[in-house]
């Protein structure tokens, strides 16, 4: 068997499908994409297949990641580790329906059936939460995040702080004491006001505390973690496993979350994931994205005993225009029950993709998130 074609398809919100062919008919396909940066990881995909992979045999896929990875003088980085995720998707969704099993048998079987899910609340500028909260608790979910804050300065004053604290206490009031909310720092605070707002969000008891500062001051997180007992999350900014050897070794991240579409894929965060049970790390993968990034987490949080909880992008605020469903040929595979997702069992990633609907929406390359500014004129961080 041998890959002989693929295309890429930029379709709204703002995802990136790779479809994959082979010889013998098999499919792949794979979400290789950075948020607001379609077109650059294009290019980079279009550069490893034409260079590495059209002529070669897909079942490969070590031996493929390897030279994706190492083949090239200078690696890593959010742009290339990308491009490699989407590609790798793709060739284990083909390696699965070659051996007509879904990828989860292929990694050692599952570890569970299902999977808890928690639901997006609010937006970038965290607004109506509480009400939120409730529609989806009745919905039936058990867990929910939220964005800690809009745009805080380097220093801000306690009322900024105390608003924070206001609108987690109203979704707490909203929805109890056995629902979980994580609470999403979003990399937009500072070391001096992220110390300040986990030990002031503590009073409500957040599911954790996440992406408190950027990743280039991980540094920071023990200091931080000094001031809270909130569990620690991080990750998704982090793109292979030499970045997260760092943070295990700190000991105080208690969830990672690699992202299935940005760390490299399947073969990659599913080692990342065995790295973490061996510091007592939980995973929970990052995954504001489409259909096919869902199905690769659902792949690997089957497989994995420290796999906590998953992001899924249903009715998030990205998702103006579609939506995670609209692209599935059988929805159902996420219907979500009491907060809980099924772990597909078909072949390969366990979804079929529309093709149809891909084609006909495709061309939708341009979005880019947001640049904010504080009021003296400069940039924020989103």
């Given at each position: 068997?041998?890959?002989?074609?693929?295309?890429?398809?930029?379709?709204?919100?703002?995802?990136?499908?790779?479809?994959?062919?082979?010889?013998?008919?098999?499919?792949?396909?794979?979400?290789?994409?950075?948020?607001?940066?379609?077109?650059?990881?294009?290019?980079?995909?279009?550069?490893?297949?034409?260079?590495?992979?059209?002529?070669?045999?897909?079942?490969?896929?070590?031996?493929?990641?390897?030279?994706?990875?190492?083949?090239?003088?200078?690696?890593?980085?959010?742009?290339?580790?990308?491009?490699?995720?989407?590609?790798?998707?793709?060739?284990?969704?083909?390696?699965?329906?070659?051996?007509?099993?879904?990828?989860?048998?292929?990694?050692?079987?599952?570890?569970?059936?299902?999977?808890?899910?928690?639901?997006?609340?609010?937006?970038?500028?965290?607004?109506?939460?509480?009400?939120?909260?409730?529609?989806?608790?009745?919905?039936?979910?058990?867990?929910?995040k939220m964005n800690a804050t809009s745009e805080l300065r380097r220093i801000d004053s306690p009322k900024a702080v105390s608003r924070a604290v206001e609108r987690l206490g109203a979704v707490r009031e909203a929805v109890g004491d056995?629902?979980?909310?994580?609470?999403?720092?979003?990399?937009?605070?500072?070391?001096?006001?992220?110390?300040?707002?986990?030990?002031?969000?503590?009073?409500?008891?957040?599911?954790?505390?996440?992406?408190?500062?950027?990743?280039?001051?991980?540094?920071?997180?023990?200091?931080?973690?000094?001031?809270?007992?909130?569990?620690?999350?991080?990750?998704?900014?982090?793109?292979?496993?030499?970045?997260?050897?760092?943070?295990?070794?700190?000991?105080?991240?208690?969830?990672?979350?690699?992202?299935?579409?940005?760390?490299?894929?399947?073969?990659?965060?599913?080692?990342?994931?065995?790295?973490?049970?061996?510091?007592?790390?939980?995973?929970?993968?990052?995954?504001?994205?489409?259909?096919?990034a869902l199905a690769a987490c659902l792949q690997v949080d089957a497989c994995a005993p420290n796999a906590l909880i998953q992001e899924q992008s249903l009715d998030i605020h990205y998702n103006e225009t579609s939506d995670v469903l609209d692209y599935l040929a059988d929805p159902s595979v996420f219907e979500y029950d009491e907060g809980f997702v099924d772990i597909p069992d078909g072949p390969g990633?366990?979804?079929?993709?529309?093709?149809?609907?891909?084609?006909?929406?495709?061309?939708?390359?341009?979005?880019?998130?947001?640049?904010?500014?504080?009021?003296?004129?400069?940039?924020?961080?989103?």
């Amino acid at each position: 068997m041998k890959i002989v074609d693929y295309d890429l398809y930029a379709v709204p919100p703002r995802w990136l499908f790779l479809r994959v062919e082979t010889d013998t008919g098999l499919v792949g396909w794979g979400e290789p994409v950075v948020e607001g940066r379609a077109r650059t990881v294009r290019t980079a995909v279009e550069e490893l297949m034409d260079t590495y992979l059209l002529g070669s045999d897909p079942l490969r896929i070590e031996d493929h990641w390897q030279t994706m990875y190492r083949g090239g003088f200078y690696r890593g980085g959010p742009v290339l580790m990308s491009a490699i995720a989407g590609v790798d998707q793709a060739l284990w969704d083909i390696k699965g329906k070659h051996h007509d099993a879904p990828v989860h048998e292929l990694l050692g079987g599952k570890a569970r059936d299902r999977i808890r899910v928690y639901q997006w609340i609010g937006g970038d500028r965290p607004d109506g939460v509480a009400d939120a909260a409730r529609e989806k608790v009745e919905a039936g979910f058990t867990a929910l995040k939220m964005n800690a804050t809009s745009e805080l300065r380097r220093i801000d004053s306690p009322k900024a702080v105390s608003r924070a604290v206001e609108r987690l206490g109203a979704v707490r009031e909203a929805v109890g004491d056995e629902v979980d909310i994580g609470v999403d720092f979003h990399g937009r605070v500072t070391k001096p006001m992220a110390k300040r707002l986990a030990e002031a969000l503590s009073e409500h008891d957040p599911f954790f505390i996440e992406e408190p500062v950027l990743p280039e001051h991980n540094d920071a997180l023990p200091e931080i973690a000094a001031h809270t007992s909130t569990p620690i999350a991080t990750g998704e900014r982090m793109f292979s496993r030499w970045d997260f050897k760092e943070v295990f070794e700190q000991g105080v991240v208690d969830v990672i979350q690699p992202d299935l579409s940005h760390a490299g894929g399947i073969t990659e965060v599913n080692k990342i994931a065995a790295m973490a049970e061996a510091y007592d790390v939980a995973l929970a993968p990052h995954c504001p994205l489409g259909p096919i990034a869902l199905a690769a987490c659902l792949q690997v949080d089957a497989c994995a005993p420290n796999a906590l909880i998953q992001e899924q992008s249903l009715d998030i605020h990205y998702n103006e225009t579609s939506d995670v469903l609209d692209y599935l040929a059988d929805p159902s595979v996420f219907e979500y029950d009491e907060g809980f997702v099924d772990i597909p069992d078909g072949p390969g990633l366990g979804v079929d993709i529309d093709a149809e609907v891909v084609e006909a929406r495709a061309g939708h390359d341009d979005w880019h998130n947001p640049v904010w500014r504080h009021p003296d004129g400069s940039v924020a961080e989103w």
